[in-house]
């Protein structure tokens, strides 16, 4: 038998991002006050939708359950990053990275799923306004969101029981601030053709065919505003979508340019920063994006931050 077969590790060292000691605390309050931004941020959205009634509608619901999803994937990632800066280099058992990937993979594909709920939203809303009451009733958006935390979730969990029967053998070192797929699979010496093709199913399941979902909806909702006979009105229905189609865009983008290019043209440090984008930095945009680009939510905050003072 093979040597490096015989040889089972139960730790695995991150290398995170190799910083210059004479940077080390700069980068660790950076990425630490991004997380706390984060997390104030999103708890924000989540506290104020149920707050306000004039928030009480599909889009901001799904908006609350997109926050949710951010702080767990905030949560679940950047604790071990902040580690591996400060350490220079953090351990973790072979269990820990396989949770940290199996929350990291659900709540992408949640966010996959959530976001194409708000995009249906936004195509009855703007091509179907009649009807909007009707297909977008209370009853459906809560199946929609149930369906996609528990679809997420279990589906993301065949393929880590999956991973976990794998055999990992040395080196035990991942060129990486967490636990993603691929960089698991190196790690293993045994035989990953099951979970590879269960991953791709998964991409193709929860990823491309949102994303397609989304792309015909916009195609349905420009043609819908082309038609709009004056330019006030045609900025006025896209400003109620321009919030979600900066997000798809960030979101989708970043998750292209690591996934799907090839990887062999890149380095590890190009992969780091365009992870960081989609792991670190979307879940910061988010709540910023619809605070800023949306009349309502400025509002909403206008008035709790005036009963405040006046009180």
Known sequence: MDERNM?????????????????????????????FVTICGNLLIITLVPYSKSLHSPMYFFLSQLSASDILLATDVVPTMLRAVLENTTTVSVSHCIAQFYFFAATETLECLLLTAMSYDRYVAICKPLHYTLLMSHQFCWITVIMSWSLSFLAVLVSTLTISTLQFCGPNIIDHFFCDLDPILQLSCSDTTIVQLESTSMSLLFAVIPFCIIIVSYVYIIITILEIPSITGRQKVFSTCSSHLTVVSIFYGTIVCVYLIPSRGQSWDITKFLSLLYTVVTPLLNPIIYSLRNKELKQVVRKIINCHLTS
């Not at 695995?12 to 990425?31: A, C, D, E, R």
């Open 7 to 35: 040889t089972v590790i139960t730790t695995i060292h991150l290398l995170g991002f190799q910083i210059p000691p004479s940077m080390t605390f700069l980068v660790f309050f950076l990425f630490l006050f991004f997380y």
